[in-house]
């Protein structure tokens, strides 16, 4: 019988919205009986990677896991904040870190229209269902547009341009609700005046958070903390007013569920409880522990979750009795990144948060299940800057000081090695310089792609993503038209899909994996239970629930975090019975 004083009433896995949600309203209600698991660092202020030295170390990579990421990042041993996975027809990039995705994340809080629901969800789980719980997810994570004043440091030259191309196009802009602090009055009152660029206060919470102050680097990690990241709102909550743990640096990789008296025994339902095994990482080295619990919450996000659970069954065989539809109905959600360099308008992609508008091609007005996406501007992409360092092993440290420069000039060339590459790959590569920058657009779309992919164990055992890449081409293909459209629309010289998009490799890139895991009425259809008596939970296992991006029944065309945050905060209230607020348990604020 494991010990009483280790038996916890909740392990959460992973810290990312699902997993940030499920602790503190867990902890809400159980205190220190809640232990979250991360494998990630924590990130103060000032900690987020900056020079070359440091970025050649920022990536996921731990001895042993010998997942499908690129081999010299494979060689490395850093526990890192960028993830790289590659696979056949499709590559992912996502966080590792205390806040998970939200550490890299652009911010943006959207919820996808009713329509979406009807699309292989649980017929009960509608958007009518989640309305409320999106609304407090919205109120906790403070979304709300870039202040619009006459403040000309807070004009954003490349948001009045989408605005004037979607005016062209007949298609509706509006400001996107994004999740940065710009001072508690604005941000959570619904007040009009920012906070001065820069200022500091303690946000609703305690936690002290300054001013935006435009530096564009949202997705390599906010070191002034001025994006509302899930560690100075539901895991502060959760860890300094609720009493939660938290261990950092801590990799989940068993789960076992226990006998009557404390043993593992893989014939067990869950009603004893489970022991987790977990490696802790320290100077280097990592050794295996365990812990126990009445409850578990996997939330290691997509991908891990989905890699976790199929371990347990199929590898270790300890979770047996997990559904059938494990790893099935994987999402990229529609997920495409274009540019359109050398333009003969001012997009002046490096200033303010990273996306500020969406224009609306078919998911809100004419709803179309096949085409329906959204057209949205970034500012330069870091993360794709991340996964071309991950994909070529080459002399880090140095190529990144010349990056902003040369990225995709080497992406094309060594992609293709071919005739066409050299002339484009200099243009491309000219267009990061000097005035040519600001001048270049970067187009972030994502829509209703088919949700047909599938998630299996590979050879050594570690996840593998099989995605028909062809049949979701009618979103992929409306997507390209329209960037094609803005390339003439600001007589831009060139419109370069996904830099792995062009023959002959292929590939979809996303930044927005779903599924595998998914809400259903019956193990059939699903993994986890969309019955509101146990919301979230395994079929076959009782305490074992499932909450992250994964648990998403299909594409939601809109950027996902407000749907998980919103689902996750339905499943705790189904585990704690408490109703939630935006107040989190410690705070009267009103909405
Ligand atoms: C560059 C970029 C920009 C994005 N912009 C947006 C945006 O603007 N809006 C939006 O809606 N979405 C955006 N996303 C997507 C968003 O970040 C994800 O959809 C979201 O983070 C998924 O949440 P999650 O709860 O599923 O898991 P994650 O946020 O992925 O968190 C999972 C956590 O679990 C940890 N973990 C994994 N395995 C284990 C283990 N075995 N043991 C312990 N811990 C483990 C991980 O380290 C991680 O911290 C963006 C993503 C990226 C990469
Ligand atoms: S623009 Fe800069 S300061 Fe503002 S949220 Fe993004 S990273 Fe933080």
Redo the contacts with the bound molecule.
């Keep these: 019988m494991p010990r009483e004083h280790m038996f916890y009433e909740t392990v959460v896995i992973g810290s990312g919205f699902g997993g940030s949600v499920s602790f503190c309203r867990l902890a809400q209600k159980w205190g220190d009986k809640v232990l979250l698991l991360e494998r990630g660092k924590r990130y103060p202020k000032g900690a987020f990677a900056r020079s070359p030295k440091q970025m050649a170390n920022n990536f996921w990579s731990v001895e042993g896991d010998e997942v499908n990421r690129p081999k010299h990042i494979r060689q490395k041993n850093t526990l890192g904040l960028f993830d790289v996975r590659l696979f056949k027809k499709m590559d992912s990039v996502f966080s590792a870190g205390l806040g998970g995705g939200s550490l890299i994340y652009a911010n943006v809080f959207l919820e996808p229209p009713e329509e979406v629901f009807q699309q292989g969800w649980p017929a009960k789980l509608t958007k009518k269902t989640l309305q409320p719980y999106y609304t407090i997810a919205r109120q906790v994570l403070g979304a709300r547009p870039v202040p619009q004043n006459g403040d000309p440091r807070r004009k954003i030259v490349r948001t009045e341009l989408f605005q004037e191309f979607a005016k062209h196009e007949q298609r509706e802009s509006k400001l996107a609700d994004i999740c940065?602090f710009f001072g508690n009055d604005y941000s959570y009152n619904n007040g009009k005046k920012p906070l001065d660029i820069g200022d500091q206060e303690p946000n609703r919470y305690g936690a002290l958070q300054t001013s935006?102050?435009?530096?564009?680097?949202?997705d390599v990690g906010?070191n002034?903390h001025?994006?509302n990241t899930l560690d100075l709102n539901y895991l502060f909550v959760g860890e300094n007013k609720h009493g939660g743990k938290i261990l950092t640096e801590c990799l989940a990789e068993k789960i076992v569920p226990l006998d009557a008296k404390g043993n593992d025994d893989s014939d067990a339902d869950g009603s004893n409880g489970y022991r987790i095994e977990y490696r802790a990482f320290s100077d280097n080295t990592s050794i295996i522990e365990s812990c126990f619990t009445r409850r578990v919450v996997v939330s290691a996000g997509t991908f891990n979750s989905n890699e976790l659970l199929l371990r347990c069954r199929d590898y270790y065989k300890t979770l047996p009795k997990l559904s059938q539809q494990l790893g099935k109905w994987f999402s990229g959600n529609g997920d495409f990144l274009s540019f359109v360099p050398m333009g003969e308008r001012q997009a002046d992609p490096n200033y303010?948060?990273?996306i500020t508008q969406y224009t609306d091609y078919n998911l809100f007005a004419n709803f179309s299940k096949s085409q329906g996406f959204v057209f949205e501007d970034a500012s330069y992409p870091v993360f794709l800057a991340w996964l071309i360092e991950g994909v070529f092993p080459v002399d880090l440290p140095r190529k990144l000081l010349r990056l902003t420069k040369q990225f995709w000039g080497w992406l094309v060339n060594l992609l293709t090695s071919g005739s066409w590459a050299n002339s484009l790959g200099h243009t491309v590569h000219e267009m990061l310089a000097g005035d040519l920058s600001s001048k270049s657009a970067v187009l972030l779309c994502m829509g209703l792609d088919k949700g047909d992919g599938t998630l299996t164990l590979n050879s050594k055992n570690r996840i593998d993503l099989d995605w028909p890449q062809d049949t979701s081409m009618p979103v992929y293909q409306a997507i390209l038209d329209a960037g094609k459209r803005f390339q003439t629309f600001v007589k831009g010289k060139w419109f370069i899909p996904l830099p792995t998009w062009n023959m002959p490799v292929r590939h979809n890139v996303t930044v927005h994996p779903l599924g595998g895991c998914i809400l259903a009425d019956t193990p059939e259809q699903g993994v986890v239970s969309a019955d509101k008596t146990n919301r979230g939970e395994a079929f076959g296992y009782k305490g074992l629930y499932v909450v992250d991006g994964s648990i998403l029944p299909s594409a939601v065309g809109a950027n996902p975090i407000a749907t998980i945050t919103a689902t996750a905060e339905w499943i705790a209230e189904g585990i704690t019975g408490i109703k939630p607020d935006a107040g989190l348990g410690i705070v009267n604020n009103k909405p």
């Design positions: 940065v935006c102050t435009y530096c564009a680097e949202c906010c002034t001025s994006k303010g948060p990273v």
